[in-house]
């Protein structure tokens, strides 16, 4: 598989020949400036919540591309009557879907639509396909239910986690995250895109590294291969 870094919290991911898209913030975002909107291939779209910092791109590219919606069932319903189809979830939910099972799982954040639109309660993904198997938190503090993961899950591969911390948690809680969900493999997101999630790069990654850890910092734009 291979997963591409959008920014903030953005991600495009090749997966045994489908394409998703992860809370698509680009044309915000003066940081993902070489990341051309209108070139991502998405046959899935997933939103973790309703938050302006990562739906600005819903819409375009839905229109574009024709994709799906997965979400949970507000944020599905929201952009269903705007016209676009969607497949509704909600926390603790799997479904089968053609590129693998999705299971909407919980998040500790709160969860608007720009425009002040109840958007449900956050999540994040759990991603599997048979052969591989993540997780993307979305945005979250460190949370207890996090320990379910390896409970109801296979082994993670790697996992996606919030760690700019004042809006999420930061790397410090993300080291304890990894323990909860039982992945030393962790992508960083959700850091540097504005003032206040400004992180020390070396600072995280010595902090993950002093546990025997790995904690990636994606570059925008940037392939990684799975
Ligand atoms: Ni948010
Ligand atoms: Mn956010």
Not at 135 to 161: C, E, H, N, Q, V
Not at 184 to 206: P, Q
């Amino acid at each position: 598989m291979k997963l591409r870094f959008l920014g903030q919290a953005g991600l495009q991911i090749e997966l045994g020949g489908h394409n998703l898209v992860v809370d698509p913030f680009i044309s915000g975002n003066p940081l993902a400036g070489d990341v051309n909107v209108d070139e991502i291939p998405c046959d899935y779209l997933l939103l973790t919540h309703g938050h302006q910092d990562h739906v600005v791109d819903v819409e375009n590219i839905l229109e574009r591309t024709g994709g799906t919606l997965i979400s949970n069932y507000e944020i599905v319903t929201y952009y269903g009557e705007k016209g676009y189809q969607g497949h509704p979830m909600n926390h603790g939910g799997k479904w089968n879907f053609d590129f693998g099972s999705v299971k909407y799982v919980n998040a500790i954040h709160s969860s608007v639509l720009p425009d002040g639109t109840y958007a449900g309660n956050p999540g994040g993904f759990v991603i599997d396909n048979g052969a591989v198997c993540f997780y993307i938190a979305g945005d979250t503090a460190l949370t207890m239910d996090m320990k379910l993961i390896p409970i109801t899950s296979r082994k993670l591969d790697f996992a996606i986690l919030p760690v700019g911390d004042n809006f999420t948690m930061g790397y410090e809680d993300a080291v304890i995250a990894s323990d909860f969900i039982e992945c030393d493999k962790i992508f960083g997101y959700h850091f540097d895109t504005f003032g206040y999630i400004e992180i020390d790069h070396k600072a995280a990654a010595d902090t993950f590294s002093a546990k025997g850890k790995e904690l990636i910092l994606p570059e925008i734009g940037k392939v990684y291969e799975l």
